[in-house]
């Protein structure tokens, strides 16, 4: 396989840059190197050989390399139904995307089941794992995730950071805490990057029964729109309570990390370094997106009322990217999940104590994006937009009573942080849609200019 890296290469940087979870866009130059293989398929008669590649890309603006998990499978012929997984032709065989392939997922399992190590990558089971039938699920973001049977599903990250990943490590806690708020966890995948123990892929329950609180919102607010007469809180649809059980279950998370892990007084240093590094976000994203410019001093000064905020509530470890997408309602309650953070950043970073308000941030931010999402193919309906707006603050409200009746204080008291780090997120989402979305990225604007005060306003001159 050595001899056919080069070949591989060649491939993977053709394919590589248009996948959706590739963070190098717009960066100069994009060297490939694979820098690790590993053969899972272990029994040399398999005609599908599974290898899974580390590939290092290098770039020419002296910023560090990205790394990138890409298991591959390696075929004879073109099975069908797997065209629109193929990465290219080599010398030995057709290369497909090895987690959308039957074999792949197969070859993967039976690794964990193993509990197999080879080569620096280790699997780990906590009990015996059946083998079943696989298929990946989702749209592709930062992560692939493949189901096997009805019984787990297996994360595997596409972007590899050095260290333990934060979804392993706090579910985990949370599972020995006894929370009835996360999924089980069942398995692993770990190897090096840089020298460093690092989480490939991470296995849990899975939550046959569980539906999105993203989707479940849309229907919320899909039967509002169709009652163009009725307000948020008279339709069938009503999303409220549910918002308010989440808001709950989201406090009890909080209050459970708190309780098995370190916790930091929210004193003037640890405000200061908030605004900081919120000031240092918003640099980056002035300089990636025009859009924002009008904006700055607002949300400059935002930022630096967090220093003197009063802020009662102890730094933690938290959620970290907290939004509708992120949880599960299933039969006795709510379940969150992807605990890993925002993905682009590094893990020392993810793994910081934080304000637990930045979980509350995104998700009153979801709200928001709930309900402005469904306006963008109805411009021609203007008084949908005040619906729009009365679904979100009806549910932002129920969260953060739900948050408070469990937390002992309503997030709202921190006022300050609390908009800091909502503008933050909303800052953030101007650059996510802008690189990935244009077309969404109304959405985050609007609310920036609703936060900092419904104008935007031109920088004094120097």
Known sequence: MTDHHSELTALLSDWLPRQRWFAGKGRPGGRLRVGQDVRLSLDAAVKAAMHLLVVEVRYDDGGLSDHYQVPVVIRPDAPFGHEGFLIGESSVGLVYDGLHDSDGSAALLDYLRRGAS????????????????AHAVGAEQSNTSIVYGDAYILKVFRRLWPGTNPDLEITRVLARAGSEHVARPVAWLSGQLSGVPTTFA??????????????????????????????????????????????????QVHRDLAAALPTRPADAAALGEVADYLHSRLDAALAAVAELAPFEAALRTAYDEVRSADHAAPFQRIHGDLHLGQVLRVESGWVLFDFEGEPARPVPERTL????????AGMLRSFDYAA??????????????????????????????????VSGAD???????????????????????????????????????????????????P
């Not at 080879?118 to 039938?133: C, F, K, M, Q, Y």
């Open 118 to 133: 080879r080569e620096g990558l280790t699997a780990t089971a906590v009990e015996s794992l059946d083998d079943l039938p």
């Open 202 to 251: 991470f296995m849990q329950d899975f939550l046959r029964t569980g539906a999105e609180g993203w989707l479940l919102a849309l229907a919320s607010v899909r039967d509002l729109y169709a009652e163009g007469d009725l307000h948020a809180d008279e339709v069938g649809g009503d999303f409220a309570a549910e918002a308010e059980r989440l808001g709950a279950a989201t406090a």
């Open 353 to 360: 104590l934080e304000s637990p308000l930045r979980d509350i």
């Open 411 to 461: 997030p709202r008291d921190g006022s300050a942080v609390l908009r800091g780090l909502e503008l933050d997120k909303a800052v953030y989402e101007v650059l996510y849609e802008a690189r990935h979305r244009p077309g969404w990225i109304s959405i985050p604007l609007r609310s920036v200019e609703r936060l900092t005060g419904g104008r935007p306003t031109e920088l004094p001159a």
């Open 372 to 405: 402005q999402s469904m306006l963008l193919e109805r411009s021609d309906e203007p008084s949908l937009a005040y619906r729009a707006l009365e679904w979100a603050d009806r549910n932002r409200d129920a969260f953060c009573r739900g948050y408070g009746a």
